[in-house]
């Protein structure tokens, strides 16, 4: 079973991915047996009871109690015991162990925002500690997008105006993939969050000192960083080419025009607004979709990007 895990699914890296990899071969193992079980019987069927002469008639053929009950009775035993075993592993995955550590978990379109007990906001990068029950608590500030962590076997939908939550326990620090999965609009492939599994002592260490890491960057190098650490890129450019938003490259400096019809040059002013209150100013030819960064991004951290983009001609 290992083997065919391997093979099929992601690498597993939680307490109870084993358990849900178990459960996902043995339904596929069970439906590959009947399937080739029937389709073989039905053509061995079809040549063995075809019609041989003109004449050839069926018998009159009422029921057959004894092979009606056994192809019911197998069928309903093999799906009793996946319901068993489903709602077993719901169980666990539904209630989070008393001890497990919080992390509000914010899905915008098109980024992940985290929120942990330390008060330390982290986009698109979600920070776990491993051999601890983690519990998120998962919402989104607009449309439906979907927590999604492969290696850790969990999903789940992260819903407007409403909690929903899902625990895991990693078993190796290393690193994964967030995927959002749910189609949320033109980005959605891009709505994705680096997951990196710590050490419990490392885990600490990061709550501690996680953007101490950050003081001896250049304002144009912790700008760079932040635009690709943000979720920035999802939507803007640095080559000229056009997303979901303006592109960044010579973006400083130039006259734009508003859906409002004003014109405004893009100085330090317009880029700070359009952090912190992105849709009051929206570029012609863009919607107004971009989540605010109010809170998550301080003061050093705007001028950071407002340096680097002026450093992009
Ligand atoms: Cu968010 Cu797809």
């Excluded at 590959?32 to 019609?51: D, E, N, Q, W």
């Excluded at 929903?164 to 967030?178: D, N």
């Excluded at 609009?185 to 490392?202: F, P, R, Y």
């Excluded at 885990?203 to 190098?221: C, H, K, N, Q, R």
Aim: charged share 20%.
């Amino acid at each position: 079973m290992n083997r065919l895990s391997d093979f099929m699914l992601p690498p597993a890296n939680s307490t109870f991915a084993a358990e849900t990899d178990a459960l996902f071969n043995f339904i596929n193992v069970v439906s590959l047996i009947l399937l080739i079980g029937i389709t073989v019987t039905m053509i061995y069927f079809a040549i063995k009871y075809r019609r041989k002469s003109e004449d050839d008639t069926t018998p009159l053929i009422t029921h057959n109690s004894k092979l009606e009950i056994t192809w019911s009775v197998i069928p309903l035993i093999l799906v009793m015991i996946v319901f068993g075993w489903g709602y077993n592993g719901y169980l666990t995955k539904t209630n989070a162990p008393d001890n497990a550590y919080e992390i509000r978990a914010i899905a915008k379109s098109w980024l992940w925002e985290f929120h942990y007990q330390t008060g330390h906001v982290s986009v698109n990068e979600l920070h776990v500690p491993a051999n601890r029950p983690v519990k998120m608590i998962i919402s989104s500030d607009d449309v439906l997008h979907s927590f999604y962590i492969p290696e850790f076997r969990v999903k789940m939908d992260a819903v407007p105006n409403r909690y929903t939550s899902v625990w895991f326990e990693a078993i190796e620090p290393g690193e994964a993939i967030l995927y959002c999965a749910e189609y949320c609009g033109s980005a959605h492939s891009n709505m994705l969050a680096d997951v990196v599994i710590h050490s419990q002592e490392d885990f600490e260490t990061w709550l501690e000192t996680g953007d101490a890491i950050d003081d001896d960057l250049s304002p144009v190098e912790l700008g760079e960083q932040l635009v690709q650490r943000q979720g920035c890129l999802a939507c803007h450019s640095t080559d000229g080419s056009t997303l979901q938003g303006p592109t960044f490259q010579g973006i400083f400096g130039r006259d734009r025009l508003l859906t409002d019809g004003s014109t405004v040059t893009v100085d330090e002013n317009y880029i700070r607004q359009s952090i912190i209150e992105p849709n009051t100013q929206v570029a012609e030819g863009f919607a107004p979709i971009m989540p605010t960064y109010a809170g998550s991004l301080n003061d050093r951290q705007i001028d950071a990007i407002i340096e680097y983009l002026k450093t992009l001609d």
